[in-house]
């Protein structure tokens, strides 16, 4: 099984899906160090050589930033907005989405179970 980054890529699926079980390199990433190392996106994994394993790592660990430093520098981003206490920084905080999400319907996930409350209003005695 090919390692690249500390991660096992599966041999089964093409190098354009299987790079991009990276943390920080997604579909276009992929196809970009692809094309500049003139490797064809369809092959399979299992089908490259041990050579062109190691220039794909190479390549990955000199020009990208990924997994475990790019973790890392994410993590320090959010710390650092929250310390300035930036509305994206207390939105981290808060446990609420981020990015301007509506949040009066959606975002179940972030905002917990809540029960449904009826309108106030007394039912009429019969």
Same mark, same amino acid.
């Given at each position: 099984? *090919? &390692? ?9 699926? =093409?190098? =354009? ?12 990433? *992929?196809? *970009? ?8 996106? $369809? ?6 050589? $041990? ?5 794909? &790592? ?6 990208? &930033?990924?997994?475990?430093? %790019?973790?890392?520098?994410?993590? %320090? ?5 929250? $310390? ?7 939105? @981290?905080?808060?446990? %609420?989405?981020? @990015? ?27």
């Amino acid at each position: 099984m *090919a &390692r690249i980054a500390g991660v096992s890529i599966p041999e089964q699926k =093409k190098i =354009k899906i299987s790079l991009s079980y990276l943390y920080g390199i997604g579909k276009n990433n *992929a196809l *970009a160090i692809l094309k500049q190392l003139n490797m064809d996106p $369809e092959k399979r994994v299992k089908d490259i050589t $041990e050579q062109e394993i190691n220039l794909l &790592r190479e390549t990955v660990e000199k020009n990208y &930033r990924v997994e475990g430093k %790019l973790r890392q520098v994410v993590g %320090l981003d959010i710390k650092r907005l929250k $310390e300035i206490n930036s509305y994206r920084g207390v939105r @981290h905080k808060l446990g %609420l989405p981020v @990015h301007g999400q509506r949040t009066k319907t959606n975002a179940r996930t972030k905002r917990g179970k809540r029960m449904n409350v009826g309108s106030g209003k007394k039912k009429a005695e019969k």
